[in-house]
């Protein structure tokens, strides 16, 4: 993705000499002579399907005209005209292709102006919920296809919409940047992602680079280029380089530690002198709550829990106020929390049977833990936690501390040595961090070290629509990262064991933790 060229601006405005008898040059090589001249000698290209409308579009603007431009491959292309007194702007497309959510951003190209902004969920959820499920769908017949397909539709009924509602046609998307993990961008560019999950884990394509958005099936501009943000091995996509643009991380004078939780938790720790990275299966306990009760972060999700009094009577806050529905990633961490500190649950993450008293039920033969009566819910039944459910938010807690562990122990550190902790993500924008210290998830560190980035993955590509010149940071982080395989790290799986326990079987580990006496 190198640019060859620190520009600060996609566009280009030029006025170019007319023909006449005596200049006969033809509308081609016309304007690429123009931008050769602009561009210091360096050699533009144009696409036939711009080549097509020059007659046209060259003597409708007076030969005043605005071009936006992208290096690549040793070249300039033009992915975009309008001519200098049309009003209306040439624009580009930040997009954050998530496992579960697809987030879309419109911008002005010229001023980085948001024009609309809008996600939808990700329509490959009825394959499966996780990359692991699409990718074994992906072998099956005509399954890759499918996969792409459902993508592709979905991102073309997002843009029209957008488009609809910022009162410009799709053609003005001159320019996209996709940030997405690396399973997400094979199945966008429908590359086969068996080999992703097979020992030794590799991808098809580690830097996607730029490419024509029509081939790719986006419904934008002819010329239009899509940038796609490069991966760095099987778990470690282009979201998490898109977070390190976007924080700074790798222009740090000081150390700090970037994580983004979703399907899996990826962790970069490093400064502007180096990078490492990892990534493991820590999120899916998280991204959608827990089995039974799950939900995205939606109205009627519950996402805050407080546990108090000697009754221990439950407060329950969810989105908008709405009625229960169920739990959220950050819910289900503040319940573990409140549940560890008033004596609930023990170190093991078992139900205390004395201590919860009648909310503690059976169904089915399964001890549940009901969070919200039948008569206060959205669907007239009452939500319940189960002990499975518990189990498996302790495994995703434990790895995703024994991630942080490891990770820091490669550099000769320790988790609680951190100064800084950027916290991406939905996780990172509505966690608690007291709770997810509670439980043992993340370190026991002041609470102003935790920094939550938000969607980073988008504001990661929204940065490249904005600084053109942060392309070659692109380049340069992705080259820059050391990348830690955990599938095969004894370390790893070592510590894993030690971190099943609330808040770890070293409680030294994590000092602000009080332990209940009767736990």
């Known amino acids: 993705m190198e640019t060859g060229d620190s520009r600060n601006a996609w566009i280009e405005a030029l006025e170019l000499a007319p023909p006449s008898l005596s200049d006969n040059t033809a509308d081609q090589e016309r304007l690429l002579g123009a931008l050769q001249k602009r561009l210091g000698g360096a050699v533009a290209q144009l696409d036939l399907s711009l080549v097509a409308t020059l007659p046209k579009l060259l003597r409708q603007w007076d030969y005043a005209l605005r071009c936006a431009l992208v290096f690549d491959s040793d070249a300039w292309h033009v992915c975009g005209l309008t001519g200098m007194a049309d009003p209306q702007s040439l624009c580009g497309l930040a997009i954050d292709l998530g496992t579960t959510r697809i987030v879309l951003s419109l911008l002005n190209l010229e001023t980085g102006q948001v024009l609309q902004e809008d996600s939808f969920d990700n329509p490959q959820g009825d394959i499966g919920p996780d990359v692991l499920t699409r990718i ?142 990892c990534a493991g299966a820590a999120g899916p306990a998280l991204e959608s709550g827990v089995s039974r009760i799950g939900t995205t972060a939606r109205p009627g999700a519950i996402d805050q829990v407080r546990i108090s009094g000697a009754k221990r009577s439950f407060e329950i806050r969810t989105i908008d106020n709405a009625p229960p529905v169920g739990i959220c990633g950050s819910g289900v961490i503040d319940l573990a929390a409140q549940l560890f500190a008033s004596g609930m649950i023990d170190i093991q993450g078992r139900f205390v049977a004395p201590a919860c008293g009648a909310r503690l039920i059976k169904t089915d033969g399964e001890a549940r833990l009901v969070i919200a009566q039948a008569d206060t819910t959205a669907t007239g039944e009452a939500l319940t936690i189960g002990q499975a459910d518990l189990d498996s938010l302790i495994r995703s807690k434990a790895a995703m501390y024994t991630i942080l562990e490891t990770i820091t122990e490669a550099v000769g550190m320790t988790p609680g040595q951190l100064p800084t902790f950027f916290v991406a993500g939905t996780f990172g924008a509505f966690i608690d961090p007291r709770s997810a210290i509670t439980i043992g998830m993340l370190p026991d560190l002041p609470l102003d070290c935790n920094r939550p980035l938000g969607n980073s993955s988008l504001e990661g590509a929204k940065k490249v629509l904005r600084q053109p010149q942060s392309l070659e940071r692109v380049d340069r982080i992705r080259d820059r990262i050391s990348y830690m395989e955990l599938n095969v790290n004894q370390a790893f799986m070592n510590r894993f064991s030690a971190a099943k326990f609330l808040p770890h079987t070293n409680p030294e580990l994590f000092p602000s933790v009080r332990i209940p006496e009767s736990v």
């Open 136 to 277: 074994h769908y992906a072998d099956e017949e005509d399954g890759l296809r499918h996969l792409n397909r459902l993508v592709v539709d979905g991102l073309n009924g997002m843009i029209a919409d957008l488009c609809q509602r910022a009162e410009i046609g799709s053609d003005r998307i001159v320019l996209v940047a996709l940030a997405g993990n690396t399973a997400m961008t094979h199945l966008f560019m429908g590359l086969d992602p068996r080999w992703i999950i097979r020992e030794p884990y590799i991808p098809v394509v580690n830097r996607p680079g730029i490419r024509l958005a029509v081939r790719l099936g986006l419904e934008v501009a002819a010329g239009a280029r899509i940038l796609i943000f490069p991966n760095i091995g099987s778990y470690f996509g282009g979201d998490l380089i898109a977070g390190i643009l976007y924080s700074d991380l790798d222009r740090r004078e000081r150390t700090a530690l970037l994580v983004d939780v979703g399907t899996n938790a990826e962790v970069v720790l490093g400064d502007q002198n180096w990078l490492i990275a």
